[in-house]
């Protein structure tokens, strides 16, 4: 006792009662001490009282439990178990937290809180569906799940007892619970059990519920509703037992209640055509519904429930005649009640008027006589053993009788109702187990209690003992299950008082025994009651009555009236009325009172005759019997039945609460709470836990709670247990206070109050430390900054003061420094003016001795030059005529060697053996050649213009200085001469220094404009590229006000994000032919800078000829490229067939391109060869003398050979235009037959042989211009050393000493031409290039104007018009880029080939050269033809195609899929099976064989159907299959040709095109089985992952030590929780993700599906995790949040790791992440309540408050949400239309896209391993 005396300290929190409030709180302000008669205490309103204790008890007042421990989910958590501290905890969780439901240990209490709460969606359903019961917030469906598991874990049955008074919701739990059972335990057939059994419940309602002074929906019956289970523990029936319908209900209603619901919706819905028979009207009109006052209910419509109860009818299979027939008893009983009775003048006797309405419809409805029910209703019948007698009665007991008689037929039709709801709910299945739910009246006490009370409570007695020994048992067991010693706990044992009712000569026996006496009363009844209990202690006689009795209930005392209770325990029923309603013509009627105890009765009407058929029965027994059984004896029965049924199931407890008697939501009334507490049980509950060890915690979480409380020394962490044990060794001195279990710590009632304290006042100590440290470092900061503000005031007062006296100083110098200067100035100007005087007399005296001496040396001067010139014109004079002399002689014998030399070279150039030595290296030396030969050819040109020009110069030239001599010698003879000379040098040298600047300056003006174009270039691309950024952006934003249109289109927003898919597809394609295409862009750039280089160049330019021959060089493509391209157009059409070429205008137009190209490259060539011609002509002429015969015969034969082969080319040219138009003329004519396919084929063959013909006249053209090119070389030097000869000549002929002017003369203007030429050159390839800057210029101002007009009219648009013309811009570019480059490609491609074909023409050449003339020619054909036949022959060897015998088919299939297992083709190419397949479907479309196409893609899609049936939880079976099936999909759609698959497609892969089939509804079919696949594997997947969510991200500890551990009551109790540790943690998710991620990958499944998976994994990772979140209080704390928000950045890093960042995951987890940061964020004022609002927009507003209700403070330090803050968050939240759904749909898919994604791979390529045993495929 002293130590309970520590705990009344000051500031320790008390409970003392309250007449009002029933307990109040206080805190006691003085310590007390042992024998202080008071206790000073303080109210929560500041006031102060003394509390008095009472000497003899010494009682003190209970202790509050911590800040820490209120509102609980389990009251059995609570440190302090006792009546005060369980209503304090129900009331804050009722009314600040909103919670109605909480754990009493097993018991679950639930308070009505009179208002709709959105908690008992499906959703919610599902959330609790699998959970232990605990780890989840408190709920019906927990209790529900709970019973559920334990039946399919344990196979035992399970009940369910809902209890409490009227108006508590008893009805609604029962209700809910089954909605539980038949939503997670639905039948697996077609029969909607689950249906029916919801569907009862509107029927029973109707008739067996009704509105009371308590409740609206009162329950006036107690049932028991047994749900059968198989052994898949699906629902297969239902079995419904009632107990004690409360029949005077019928008859009379208290005010302000109603009579059964169904009376009042009959007579809503009279109006309806069908009930104008029941003759019924206003409730209002009949006496048996309008004793209560008011027929209304406020907010239910009784026709629109009428309609819910005959839908039900109907979905139990109630036939409408049926229903009209129930109806029709409910309207006679209504009538009945309206029977006037009246009396007689005696008293003694009465009667009704033969004219009454109500008895004749009564009569009417049931079918029965109406004059018997008439008399009968007035008289009775009184039968003795010698005679029977008929007695008249009087009014009053007439009136009994009509009510006793409408009582008896609304019981008969409840039973027959309950009874045919049975039958329909039964079920011929065997049924495995079963859970019955148990909704009965609770404990009652009214100021005036009947017999209906005391049955009520007799049960409640009986339910009380059952619960109270099935807690001492698990109590029980618990302790031995721990290993704890069991000592025995006296608990409240009310088996006396049920003895007292039940046993023999109880209260029940002689109320039996009264009811038998003939003349038995009420009075005599109770005497007999006196005399016999009056010695027990739970019977006592009331001090002022002899008519009532008191029994002590476990609840409390009752005080029972007796009047009235021999009447209703008779229930009396006289035989006449029932014996005329079994004679009723109506059967239903008659059925209800015919029963296997009743006789057949025997009468000759026909009537009677239709009931003795009808009820015949094998043994009849003695009449009335059943009537004997009084209520009292049938009650006892049943209710013992019942005790059986639940003790022989596990039983699950929910006591509901009824908060207030004014049913107003959400209001408390403690005195109303804790009267039913004591009577549910509640507290018996806790009182039996409080006697043992009702605090219990594990050893992990008992050292984490409490480790602040060891020293680092104690701690053991690879013994927690022994820590455990040391740490309360020292904490807790009395060993009786816990108990050492063998996973917990049992503690005694206050104990943990205690150990809290102790941490409190730990944590206390810290923050006081905590504080004083950084209070004393605030006042050291504050001290530093006082300190530094001290300083930095004195550093600038001193440095002001400085700064004056440096001022005064400043100013005291510079005047110093004025006076300086100026004295300075003064004698300097003095100085100055004397020195300048000085000066200038020098200067003028020095300047004219300079000049006098200057004037001397000019003279000298002057003298020189003119001896020099005069002594240097004699000397050149004399080596002009020296030189002259030894030209003429060198070149007349250079003539004579050439000549001979020139005789010696044509010799040799007929002998072979000269061939073969100028044809030694050849093959090296080919392209130095050709090079050369150009070079001589320009140069030979160039000479031949300069030899003409400088002839006509020259013969002008000589003439004029011929003349200028003759002058310049008669005038003025030598002198004259050698000055005019001189002039005329100098001229010239003025000239060529103007020329020189002028090239100069062109050079200069040229590099000038160029920087400028190419800066203008630049800044145009610079332009281009921001309006192709303004361009993107514009797109983004018209993407994003898509996105924003979204919410008001909701209809568009599946297509648009389709399109948007698809753009996003045709982005990435466009992309990657973006790449290709800048590559080709690059490389044609290469080619024209070549050719800008090989034609501008200075003396280095092709001939035409060589020109021709090189195509490679040159922009247009060659003839073999060309007929390359119509060979491969050609092949195309004939491919697709004549009906798509007839609609394929791609083709034509290219066909059409392609002629005409053709036709300007042969125009060139023409034209080209004409220039050849007229050169060569002009040669012979020229050179005729020289010429050799044999030359000229040579080229006379090419030329003709030349001719011959030009018209053949155009002949073939001809035809060919001819066969383009044949064939296009006959592919549009619609006609299928089959000559017109006969002759489309011989015209293809036609055409292919005019290509080859033209192919073979092709390389015999470049044959003859090779050797034209060799004759060519060989002229040029003859011609070369002939045109020399003419300036030499001339030159010999001319005097001396005008040669040496001519030669001067001619040098200049030789050098001058040279000049010229190079800036001609240069001159044009400024204008070329200028002319191509300017084109592009052009091109891009184009394109610039073509985008803005483009924009400003998509601008104009609306969002939606914007994007789709958006969308169809792109496509048609994309689509004309990728024909560009595809033509390009080809082009390119085809030139390839042609210069590959070229230079094997030149090494046949070389070859020919080598061997023998005669072989040549024979041995090229051989040589060609072995060429062409191994190219076939090649082709045909790689078709990439499978050929399978038909007889095969089923063993492919069986070795492809249903044998496949992934772990075989892993190392092989990845969907390998569906490349395979493919490969096969390819070579039945090229053998034309739809069947075998049929049946493999049939046999195939059943098989991959039945493998996944068979695999349907393997992850990596699904995953393989799907990307199989997928693959199979994207080759299906690569190779269909149609074009828009075939972008991305080589050329070998469009070869391999499907040739015969449209597989489109195939591919319809692959895509729905992917689909089926993806959801497939989604559903492996999320239950692989499912388990695993809630341990790992909320109950993991992934930051260690962060998170508290709270006491916990019932969660992780043992009888809840299967054995094993199910915890997980957060790397086990990552490591599962990882074996998720990696079998996709190693599957070859696509990245975009990739994506599509783990973002839906990561839906339901948030959903999951989110629902807990709001389903659980004791993970809604700062600590979770930080766990959480940890846990959330590991899976985005997880995210990023695997490059999946941008799948959309992390925005599925956005409701999680605002969760987590909703949980830390402050909670106090209301900028933070605006925070919250802006922060949440992913949280509804329900599940906002939701979150801060459950937030709950682990430390006594952290602060709860106040319920204003509470208030203020969903004021300013009203705004939002959020979906009332509280919790996500966890279930929800989103939908998937299957991007179309080609392979690179070549089917030709494919290897197949051999494991796959696929021998039978040969390769075709």
Not at 546 to 575: M, P, W
Not at 741 to 747: E, L, N, P, W
Not at 828 to 837: G, H, S
Not at 1707 to 1714: A, D, F, S, V
Request: proline share 3%; aromatic share 8%; glycine share 4%.
């Amino acid at each position: 006792m002293p130590e309970e005396y520590n705990f009344y300290a000051k500031y320790t929190r008390v409970w003392i009662p309250d007449p009002e409030e029933v307990w109040k709180a206080a805190e006691i302000i003085k310590d007390y001490k042992e024998g202080d008669p008071i206790l000073h205490l303080k109210l929560e309103d500041e006031s102060t009282i003394e509390y008095a204790i009472n000497p003899k008890t010494n009682q003190l007042p209970f202790l509050r439990n911590p800040d820490i421990l209120v509102g609980e989910n389990d009251l059995t958590a609570l440190s302090y178990l006792h009546e005060p501290a369980v209503l304090h905890n129900l009331k804050v969780r009722f009314l600040e937290s909103n919670h109605i439901y909480t754990y009493c240990g097993i018991v679950l209490v639930a308070i009505n809180p009179y208002e709709q709460m959105s908690i008992y969606g499906e959703d919610v359903i599902y959330a609790y569906s699998g959970q232990n019961m605990g780890d989840m917030d408190p709920h019906i469906f927990a209790v529900a799940e709970e019973a559920y598991k334990q039946m399919a874990r344990d196979e035992k049955n399970q009940s369910i007892i809902v209890s409490g008074e009227s108006g508590a919701g008893k009805t609604v739990s029962a209700k809910y619970a089954m909605r539980y059972f038949a939503t997670v335990g639905g039948s697996a057939s077609e029969t909607n059990v689950e249906e029916k059994v919801l569907a009862s419940s509107p029927i029973m309602e109707a008739i067996g519920n009704a509105k009371t002074t308590r409740n609206d929906n009162s329950s006036r019956f107690g049932k028991y509703i047994e749900i059968g289970f198989n052994r898949q523990f699906h629902i297969i029936g239902a079995n419904m037992r009632t107990y004690l319908l409360e029949k005077s209900r019928v008859v009379f209603q208290a005010e302000e209640e109603r009579n059964y619901h169904i009376f009042y919706q009959l007579c809503a819905s009279a109006n309806l055509p069908e009930f104008k028979d029941l003759a019924l009207n206003s409730a209002e009109d009949f006496f048996y519904t309008t004793q209560g006052g008011n027929i209304y209910i406020e907010g239910v419509d009784d026709a629109e429930d009428f309609e819910k109860t005959r839908n039900a009818f109907t979905l139990l299979g109630v036939k409408e005649a049926h229903q009209i027939s129930i109806f029709k008893i409910i309207a006679s009983i209504l009538h009945l009640g309206n029977v006037d009775v009246r009396a007689e003048r005696d008293g003694e006797s009465c009667n009704i008027s033969k004219e009454d309405a109500h008895l004749n419809h009564f009569c009417e409805l049931l079918g029965v006589e109406h004059d018997q029910m008439e008399h009968w209703l007035c008289h009775r019948k009184l039968v003795t053993t010698a005679e029977t007698y008929v007695k008249t009665m009087s009014m009053q007991q007439a009136v009994n009788a009509r009510n006793a008689l409408a009582k008896h037929i609304y019981a008969q039709l409840f039973n027959w109702i309950v009874e045919h709801i049975n039958k329909a709910l039964h079920t011929t299945s065997k049924q495995h187990s079963f859970i019955g739910v148990l909704d009965i009246y609770g404990f009652e006490t009214f100021e005036f209690n009947s017999f209906e009370q005391f049955c009520i409570n007799y049960a409640n007695e009986k339910l009380q003992q059952q619960f109270n020994s099935h807690v001492f048992k698990l109590e029980q067991e618990e302790y031995m299950k721990e290993q704890i010693p069991w000592t025995l706990i006296d608990f409240c044992d009310n088996q006396p008082c049920i003895d007292l009712i039940e046993a023999k000569l109880g209260v029940l026996d002689l109320l039996d025994e009264e009811c038998k006496v003939p003349k038995g009363t009420d009075q005599n009844w109770a005497q007999k009651l006196y005399d016999r209990h009056s010695d027990s202690c739970h019977f006592q006689k009331p001090r002022m009555s002899n008519t009532s009795f008191i029994i002590v209930h476990f609840a409390d005392k009752v005080e029972y009236q007796c009047d009235g209770f021999l009447e209703k325990n008779r229930d009396t029923v006289y035989e006449e009325h029932i014996s005329i309603l079994k004679a009723s013509k109506f059967q239903l009627v008659a059925d209800l009172f015919h029963d296997g105890k009743d006789p057949v009765p025997t009468t000759s009407t026909t009537k009677t005759s239709k009931v003795h058929v009808r009820s015949a029965k094998q043994i009849p027994k003695a009449p009335n019997r059943d009537h004997r059984k009084t209520v009292g004896h049938q009650f006892r029965n049943s209710l013992n039945l019942l005790m059986e049924t639940l003790n022989a199931t596990t039983p699950h407890y929910v006591r509901c609460i009824k908060p207030n008697d004014e049913k107003l939501a959400f209001s408390f009334d403690p005195s109303r709470a804790v009267q039913q507490l004591r009577a549910c049980g509640v507290l018996e509950t806790i009182r039996i836990s409080a006697a043992g060890y009702p605090s219990r915690w594990t050893y992990p979480d008992f050292f984490n709670r409490y480790r602040v409380l060891m020293k680092k020394k104690e701690i053991v962490l690879s013994d927690k247990k022994l820590t455990c044990k040391n740490l309360l060794g020292n904490l807790v001195k009395d060993p009786d206070k816990f108990q050492f279990g063998r996973t917990k710590i049992f503690f005694r009632a206050g104990q943990v109050a205690y150990l809290e304290k102790l941490r409190a006042d730990k944590f206390r100590f810290a923050c006081i430390m905590i504080q004083k440290t950084v209070r004393g470092w605030l006042q050291k900061v504050k001290y530093r900054k006082i300190k530094k503000a001290a300083m930095t005031m004195q550093r600038y007062g001193r440095g002001y003061l400085a700064r004056r006296l440096a001022d005064q100083l400043r100013k005291t110098r510079a005047a110093i420094v004025f006076q300086k200067q100026l004295r300075m100035l003064r004698v300097r100007r003095a100085y100055l003016k004397i020195r300048n005087a000085t000066i200038t007399i020098q200067a003028y005296a020095r300047g004219m001795f300079d000049r006098q001496l200057y004037h001397e040396f000019l003279l000298h001067h002057k003298a020189m030059i003119i001896q020099k010139y005069a002594r240097g014109w004699m000397e050149r004079k004399k080596f002009k005529r020296a030189r002259n002399a030894a030209v003429v002689i060198q070149c007349s014998y250079r003539r004579l060697q050439a000549r001979r030399e020139l005789k010696q070279l044509k010799i040799e150039a007929r002998s072979a053996e000269h061939l073969k030595k100028l044809n030694v290296g050849m093959e090296n030396k080919i392209v130095q050649l050709q090079r050369k030969m150009d070079d001589q050819s320009k140069e030979y040109k160039s000479l031949n213009e300069q030899l003409s020009m400088a002839n006509m110069a020259y013969s002008v030239e000589v003439e004029k200085i011929r003349k200028e001599l003759e002058q310049y010698r008669g005038k003025n003879g030598e002198e004259n001469q050698i000055s005019s000379l001189q002039e005329e040098v100098q001229r010239l040298q003025t000239k060529l220094n103007k020329a020189q600047a002028e090239k100069k300056q062109l050079e200069d003006t040229y590099y000038t404009e160029k920087e400028d174009l190419l800066k203008r270039l630049g800044d145009l691309e610079e332009e281009n590229a921001l309006l192709k950024r303004d361009k993107e952006e514009m797109n983004q934003k018209i993407l994003s006000q898509s996105k924003d249109s979204e919410d008001q289109v909701t209809s568009k927003t599946l297509k648009e994000s389709q399109q948007k898919a698809e753009l996003d597809d045709e982005r990435a394609r466009y992309q990657k032919l973006l790449k290709e295409y800048s590559r080709l862009e690059q490389r044609y750039d290469n080619l024209q800078e070549e050719m800008s280089l090989a034609r501008f160049h200075p003396g280095h330019r092709r001939n035409p000829s060589n020109q021709s021959s090189l195509g490679s060089d040159s922009n247009y493509p060659s003839i073999t490229s060309e007929v390359g391209d119509t060979e491969d157009t050609l092949q195309q059409v004939e491919d697709m067939g004549m009906e798509k070429a007839a609609m394929d205008i791609t083709v034509f137009l290219k066909l059409q391109k392609r002629v005409r190209e053709l036709e300007q490259e042969r125009r060139r060539l023409q034209v080209d060869l004409e220039k050849m011609e007229e050169l060569a002509k002009r040669k012979g002429d020229e050179h005729k003398d020289t010429a050799d015969p044999d030359h000229d015969a040579d080229s006379a034969y090419n030329s003709l050979k030349r001719q011959e082969l030009e018209s053949e080319n155009k002949k073939l040219k001809n035809d060919l235009n001819e066969l383009r138009k044949a064939i296009v003329d006959r592919a549009t004519e619609n006609n299928s037959s089959n000559e017109l396919q006969d002759s489309y084929n011989v015209l293809l063959n036609q055409l292919k042989s005019a290509n080859e013909e033209l192919d073979v006249r092709k390389e015999e053209v470049l044959n003859l211009r090779t050797q034209i090119v060799s004759c060519s070389q060989q002229k040029e030097p003859i011609t070369h050393i002939e045109n020399k000869k003419i300036p030499d000549w001339s030159n010999s002929n001319k005097h001396m000493d005008r040669d040496d002017a001519i030669e001067a003369y001619q040098g200049i203007c030789e050098t001058n031409r040279l000049l010229e030429a190079q800036l001609q050159s240069q001159s044009r390839q400024y204008e070329d290039e200028m002319e191509a800057l300017r084109t592009q210029i052009e091109v891009f101002r184009d394109e610039i104007e073509r985008k803005q007009e483009l924009l400003s009219q998509t601008l104009q648009l609306s969002p939606e018009a914007q994007v789709e013309y958006s969308i169809q811009q792109e496509i048609t570019r994309l689509t004309n880029e990728n024909l560009d480059l595809k033509e390009m490609v080809e082009k390119l491609q085809k030139n390839e080939k042609k210069l590959k074909r070229q230079l094997k023409i030149y090494m046949k050449k070389v070859h020919e050269l080598e061997a023998a003339e005669p072989a040549v020619q024979p041995e090229r054909r051989r040589h060609e033809l072995t060429r062409q036949a191994t190219v076939q022959r090649k082709e045909k060897d790689f078709e990439g195609m499978l050929e399978y015998c038909k007889e095969d088919e089923n063993m492919l299939v069986k070795n492809l899929v249903t044998d496949m297992k992934p772990q075989v083709v892993s190392a092989t190419v990845p969907c390998l099976p569906a490349y395979i397949l493919f490969m096969c479907i390819r070579h039945a479309d090229y053998m034309n064989d739809d069947q075998k196409v049929h049946s493999l893609l049939t046999s195939t899609i059943n098989a991959i159907k039945k493998v996944l049936k068979k695999h349907n939880d393997d992850i990596e079976m699904t995953s393989f299959w799907l990307a199989n099936t997928s693959r199979l999909l994207h080759c299906l759609k690569q190779y269909s040709g149609d074009e828009a698959f075939m972008t991305q497609n080589t050329a070998k892969q469009n070869e391999h095109c499907l040739k015969n089939f449209d597989l489109a509804e195939y591919r319809q079919v692959l895509s729905d089985l992917s689909i089926q696949i993806y959801q497939q594997l989604i559903k492996v997947a999320e239950g692989i992952l499912q388990p695993m969510i809630v341990s790992a991200m909320l109950e993991n500890e992934s930051i260690p030590s962060l998170s508290g551990v709270k006491p916990m009551g019932y969660r992780k109790r043992s009888s809840s929780m299967v054995d094993g540790d199910n915890s997980y943690t957060l790397e086990a998710v990552i490591r599962q993700l990882n074996a998720f991620h990696s079998t996709m990958c190693d599957h070859g499944l696509d990245p975009e599906i990739i994506q599509q998976v783990f973002k839906q994994l990561f839906y339901m990772i948030s959903a999951v995790t989110l629902n807990n979140l709001l389903l659980r209080k004791d993970v809604c704390s700062w600590s979770t949040g930080m766990q959480l928000r940890y846990n959330i950045s590991q899976l985005e890093e997880w995210l990023r790791g695997k490059n999946l960042q941008q799948c959309g995951a992390v925005g599925t987890m956005e409701p999680l992440i605002q969760a987590a940061q909703l949980l830390q964020v402050k909670k106090k004022t209301t900028e933070d309540a605006r925070a919250i609002c802006s922060l949440c927009t992913s949280l509804t507003t329900q599940q906002i408050v939701k979150i801060l209700n459950l937030y709950t403070p682990l430390n006594e330090f952290e602060e709860r949400v106040t319920v204003s803050f509470i208030r203020n968050i969903q004021g300013q939240l009203q705004g939002r239309n959020d979906p009332q759904q509280l919790l996500l749909d966890f279930k929800h898919t989103f939908p998937v896209l299957f991007p179309y994604t080609p392979s690179a791979l070549s089917l030709e390529t494919l290897h197949i391993p051999a494991s796959l045993n696929l021998d039978f495929l040969t390769r075709v």
